[in-house]
Every structure is written in C-alpha cells, then in structure tokens.
C-alpha cells in the first residue's frame, strides 16, 4: 500500500514483536524494506528502530531456517547501505556472532 504511511511510528512496535514472534517481524520488515518499497516510504526510522532488533531476535531463536533467512537479509541489507548493521545485531546479542 504506496500510501501507508507509518511516520516512524510502527519500527519500535515491529522490534517490540519481534520479541514474542520474530519470524513474523521479520517477514514483516522485509516486506516494508523490499526495494521497490522505499521510494514511498521514508524507512530511515524503521531501520534504526527496527532493522538491528528484529534480525537479532531471528537469530537468538536457534531456528535454522528463520536464521538463514535473518542472516540472508542482515547481508542484503548490508549490501544495500547498512554497513554497520552485523556490529549492531552483535551488540544486542552480546557480541555473540554466528
């Protein structure tokens, strides 16, 4: 939906859920984060917000396909302008690195 628009609000509760349900806030922030999306939506909130929490929670859950899918998109992510994204997701998983 181009005319969705989220004001910064939605990536704190995105990174909320991603506590109690990552597989889905992850599914969800891709979806939100897909290229042709970000030319209608201004996502710099949602990646500070919700980027580094939602993939860090995929990867706590020991889930190897949910893993692979977070690692997957932190990479593309990455690819794509986040450079310090691995470093972030590191920090809230307590320097743990995959």
Same mark, same amino acid.
């Given at each position: 939906?181009?005319?969705?628009?989220?004001?910064? @609000?939605?990536?704190?509760?995105? /990174?909320? &859920?991603? #506590?109690? @349900?990552?597989?889905? !806030?992850?599914? #969800?922030?891709?979806? %939100?984060?897909?290229?042709? *999306? #970000?030319?209608?939506?201004?996502? %710099?909130?949602? +990646?500070?917000? /919700? %980027? /580094?929490?939602?993939? &860090?929670?995929?990867? =706590?859950?020991? =889930?190897?396909?949910?893993?692979?899918? !977070?690692? =997957?998109? @932190? *990479?593309? @992510?990455? !690819? +794509?302008?986040?450079?310090?994204?691995? +470093? +972030?997701? /590191? !920090? %809230?998983?307590?320097?743990?690195?995959?």
């Amino acid at each position: 939906y181009p005319e969705f628009d989220t004001q910064g @609000m939605i990536g704190e509760q995105i /990174a909320q &859920a991603a #506590l109690t @349900m990552p597989g889905d !806030a992850l599914d #969800l922030l891709i979806t %939100l984060l897909e290229p042709e *999306n #970000l030319t209608s939506h201004d996502t %710099l909130l949602l +990646r500070i917000q /919700a %980027l /580094a929490p939602v993939i &860090a929670a995929a990867l =706590d859950t020991g =889930d190897q396909g949910l893993m692979k899918t !977070a690692t =997957d998109f @932190m *990479n593309e @992510m990455g !690819a +794509r302008g986040e450079i310090d994204l691995d +470093r +972030r997701v /590191a !920090a %809230l998983r307590g320097g743990i690195e995959d």
